[in-house]
């Protein structure tokens, strides 16, 4: 049971106030868990986390004896239902406003941003704003770890937080779960990576107009560098070319030998990898021009 200002009340609730972030398992709400009677209270509440009977201003309560209630929140009012004139649905400017007659107080909002204990900045925001990436300070670096902030929606701002720098230790590389006959990984991508990052291939065009081997759509998620180093396993063992497509025209790229694998860098997590042979144009005019000197020489 969780709520901002009674778990169980038998007793009047009246002329009150709350804006909170609540978790619990059943009867949560932001004016009481469960009450007989509440009236004439405001909440403006964030539940993160229920089971059963939760609302915005109680998780349940006797309905006659709920009257001129607001609320601001993603949840009904009682046990998630909203009632007219009882658990009612407002805009932020009727909780403030509210405050501001009851209790001679301003509302205000704020992110605090903490690592390791300590806090590293805080932000103030109007509800329901966009946080700027520029006013999101950035995670104190650790050796050996990636770090990020605690979830939250910064799109939408609609609650105070505390968000905590959460780190993740490094990996080098990542591969794909597609792979060629003999097991290995069609894809690497090398870089830094948190536990959460991977690497998605799957069939890419037909590319005909370069006579394509095969070709490999990739797309690297939950990592936010803007270049790599991959490594592409041909599927053909003979000399091939590589080119790389962004979703345009396809560029042939310089591409060097790691094992039985082509290393090459990318920018961006969004790129194709065409496989080509390699034109036999070229080989057989310098095998002519080699021929021709030897004639020459004899």
């Known amino acids: 049971m969780s709520a901002a200002l009674g778990g169980v009340s038998e007793a009047v ?3 009150s106030a709350s804006k909170c972030t609540l978790s619990g398992g059943d009867y ?8 007989e009677e509440i009236s004439s209270c405001a909440a403006c509440v964030n539940i ?5 009977f939760a609302g915005s201003v109680a998780g349940q309560a006797e309905i006659e004896s709920v009257k001129s209630n607001i609320f601001v929140g993603s949840m009904g009012g009682i046990d998630d239902i909203t009632y007219t004139y009882r658990a009612e649905e407002a805009k932020i400017e009727d909780f403030v406003q509210f405050v501001k007659q009851n209790f001679d107080r301003d509302v205000t909002f704020k992110l605090s941003f903490v690592a390791d204990g300590e806090e590293v900045g805080n932000v103030e925001f109007t509800y ?3 946080i700027a990436e520029s006013d999101i300070p950035n995670v104190p670096e650790k050796k050996g770890y990636y770090g990020k902030w605690s979830e939250y929606d910064f799109e939408n701002a609609t609650y105070d937080a505390v968000l905590e720098a959460e780190y993740f ?3 080098d590389i990542i591969a794909s779960e597609a792979k060629r006959e003999d097991g290995k990984s069609i894809v690497i991508v090398c870089g830094a990576f948190d536990d959460s990052a991977a690497v998605i291939v799957s069939e890419g065009g037909a590319y005909e107009e370069l006579d394509a081997i095969d070709s490999r759509k990739v797309e690297i998620k939950n990592s936010y560098s803007e270049k790599y180093t991959v490594r592409y396993k041909p599927l053909s063992e003979k000399s091939v070319n590589i080119y790389v497509s962004y979703g345009g025209v396809a560029e ?3 591409t060097r030998s790691f094992g039985s694998y082509l290393e090459f860098e990318v ?3 969004r790129f ?5 042979k390699k034109a036999l144009r070229g080989l057989l005019r310098r095998c002519a021009r080699r021929l021709f000197c030897l004639s020459l020489r004899s």
């Open 252 to 254: 042939k790229i310089s």
């Open 267 to 269: 920018s961006g997590c």
């Open 272 to 276: 194709e990898i065409i496989e080509t």
């Open 13 to 15: 609730i009246k002329r």
């Open 28 to 35: 949560v709400g932001g004016i009481a868990g469960c009450a």
């Open 128 to 130: 329901g704003s966009a």
């Open 48 to 52: 993160a986390r229920h089971e059963e």
């Open 169 to 171: 230790r490094n990996m």
